[in-house]
């Protein structure tokens, strides 16, 4: 009996150990995880809507990255190191909110507020122009840059379509045009851009390269299906309620979960297939 208490005891102190050693050894350097987040709200909110993260558990992923050295850094700053102009010091992550929602502004900026983390926030820029879909408008937006230095904002097209399902003149009019738009609006350039729905194919990204982004974003690695990963293919991790524990969220953090996610992906579909899974909209159900 003693043998096998003894036994159990090495076995915990070794897991509890290889735990640890994993917490301080992962994300490896250079390894900069993009974290995706949508919509902020209440314990409701999250329980019935798969996009939302509640405020809580929004602050307790912020205090995570504060409490353990996690660095936040901008989108410019991302493609400085990805591009070989500046070193990655370790513990980088991006954090980025899709849709430009209301509940950026009122929900998630005042917990970032705490810590003055860089964000970016992608806009639909037709919903930000009309105040369509819950979005924030113009003014608003406005107000954040201006009091809030550590806002980015970059491009999530005009309208938020299937990219890959319209034709080439209405891709480069979303791609284009929305990049335009925007930065006719806020009057800063506009370098980033993210695929709605992460759909995209090799029209799409060539598109975006010639609409003159720096890097396009889409969601999970699933949405490559065979292109390689690359500045306008880069994935991202998305944060929703599964990742309301700690744990879930180191684990996201880490760059594990991404590896695994990579090496589960379907491979075998032709690169010019369009038929992207998951809804149309990424917006929430009722009007924010
Ligand atoms: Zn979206």
């Keep these: 009996m003693k043998k096998i208490l003894t036994l159990i005891s090495a076995a915990l102190l070794g897991a509890f150990l290889l735990a640890a050693a994993c917490f301080f050894i992962f994300p490896l350097p250079g390894q900069i995880p993009v974290l995706m987040y949508h919509f902020v709200g209440s314990r409701d909110d999250a329980a019935q809507q798969k996009n939302f993260v509640s405020r809580e558990s929004f602050a307790a992923q912020m205090a995570f990255l504060k409490r353990w050295g996690y660095r936040p850094i901008s989108l410019e700053e991302y493609f400085e190191i990805k591009t070989g102009a500046r070193r990655a010091g370790g513990r980088e992550v991006v954090l980025t909110f899709d849709d430009g929602n209301t509940t950026f502004g009122s929900e998630a900026l005042p917990i970032l507020r705490r810590y003055r983390f860089p964000v970016t926030v992608f806009l639909v820029s037709e919903s930000v122009k009309h105040g369509h879909h819950g979005s924030m408008t113009e003014p608003v937006i406005q107000g954040i840059l201006k009091s809030d230095a550590y806002v980015g904002i970059?491009?999530?097209?005009?309208?938020?379509?299937?990219?890959?399902?319209?034709?080439?003149?209405?891709?480069?009019?979303?791609?284009?045009?929305?990049?335009?738009?925007?930065?006719?609006?806020?009057g800063r350039p506009i370098r980033f851009l993210a695929y709605p729905s992460g759909d995209l194919n090799e029209?799409?990204?060539e598109s975006a390269r010639r609409a003159g982004y720096d890097l396009a974003f889409t969601t999970s690695a699933k949405k490559l299906k065979n292109l390689p990963e690359g500045p306008y293919s880069l994935t991202?991790?998305?944060?929703?309620?599964?990742?309301?524990?700690?744990?879930a969220f180191w684990f996201k953090l880490s760059g594990l979960y991404g590896a695994?996610?990579?090496?589960?992906?379907?491979?075998?579909?032709?690169?010019?297939?369009?038929?992207p899974g998951g809804p149309g909209l990424d917006l929430p159900q009722k009007a924010a």
């Design 154 to 186: 970059a491009s999530h097209s005009k309208t938020h379509p299937f990219l890959s399902r319209i034709t080439p003149e209405q891709l480069e009019d979303e791609l284009k045009g929305s990049r335009l738009d925007l930065e006719t609006m806020f």
């Design 203 to 205: 029209e799409v990204l």
């Design 236 to 247: 991202r991790i998305k944060i929703s309620r599964s990742s309301d524990l700690a744990p």
């Design 260 to 275: 695994y996610k990579k090496s589960v992906r379907p491979s075998s579909r032709g690169a010019g297939g369009s038929a």
